[in-house]
């Protein structure tokens, strides 16, 4: 649920949601966030999990609280 200039709009984040919002740190790629999903929740593909993320990154990105940075220059 986000409140926007009063205007209140509830999204439906996807079921893991929660275990890999706890992952982002601002450091980890993505593909670190993945391991250390499967670490804490078990086993789960690349495929699977990046459904989960881009449904999650879409809603979060979309109000302003979740962005991507690029990787740094060699």
């Known amino acids: 649920t986000v409140t926007v200039d009063g205007l209140t709009l509830r999204f439906a984040l996807p079921r893991l949601a929660p275990a890999i919002a706890a992952l982002i740190d ?5 593909a670190a966030i993945h391991r250390a999903f499967v670490a804490k929740a078990g086993a789960m593909d690349e495929t699977a999990f990046k459904t989960e993320f ?3 990154y879409a809603i979060l ?11 740094p220059t060699p």
């Open 54 to 56: 881009d449904r999650l």
């Open 26 to 30: 601002g450091k980890r790629d993505l």
């Open 61 to 71: 990105h979309g109000i302003g609280k979740l962005l991507i940075a690029r990787p």
